[in-house]
C-alpha cells in the first residue's frame, strides 16, 4: 500500500517543521519579507496562521486535520499577491522541503499542490 502524501512529509510533526522551516525562509526572502515581517510582532497571529497552514496541508496530504481556516479566495482577497510573489513563497516552500530531507517524488507532489491553488491565490 502506497503512504500518503501527509505520510511521506512526516505526518504532523514533519508539517509543523517544513512551515516553520518556510516561514523562516519567507522572512529572510526581500521578495515577500514585507508580508511576513510584521507578523514578528504578532506572535499570537503568527501562531494562528502557523497552525492554519499546518491543518490545511495536513488535510490537503491525506492526513488527520480538521481545518477550519478560511478558504484561499477569502484568505487571500485584498493581498493583492503578484505572480512573481507566488513564486517566490513556492521557491522558499521547495527550500523548507530540501532542508527537511524531503524526497523528490513528495517534493513534486507538493509542487502539484501549490500550482492546484495559484489560481485561488494569486491578484485577489
Keep these: 500500500m502506497e503512504r500518503t502524501l501527509f505520510e511521506r512529509l512526516g505526518g504532523r510533526e514533519g508539517i509543523s517543521a517544513i512551515v516553520d522551516t518556510t516561514v523562516n525562509n519567507h ?11 510584521p507578523l514578528k510582532d504578532q506572535p499570537e497571529r503568527l501562531r494562528i496562521i502557523k497552525d492554519h497552514t499546518i491543518d490545511f496541508f495536513s488535510m490537503g496530504s491525506g492526513g488527520p486535520a480538521n481545518y477550519t481556516g478560511m478558504d484561499m479566495v477569502t484568505a487571500h482577497t485584498g493581498m493583492n499577491i503578484s505572480p512573481g510573489e507566488y513564486y517566490h513563497v513556492m521557491d522558499d516552500i521547495m527550500l523548507a522541503l ?3 530531507g524531503i ?6 507532489d507538493v509542487l502539484a499542490v501549490l500550482w492546484s491553488i495559484k489560481g485561488m491565490i494569486v491578484s485577489k
Aim: glycine share 0%; proline share 10%.
Design 27 to 37: 522572512m529572510e526572502n526581500p521578495a515577500v519579507n514585507p508580508r511576513f515581517l
Design 98 to 100: 530540501d532542508s527537511n
Design 103 to 108: 524526497d523528490e517524488e513528495s517534493k513534486k
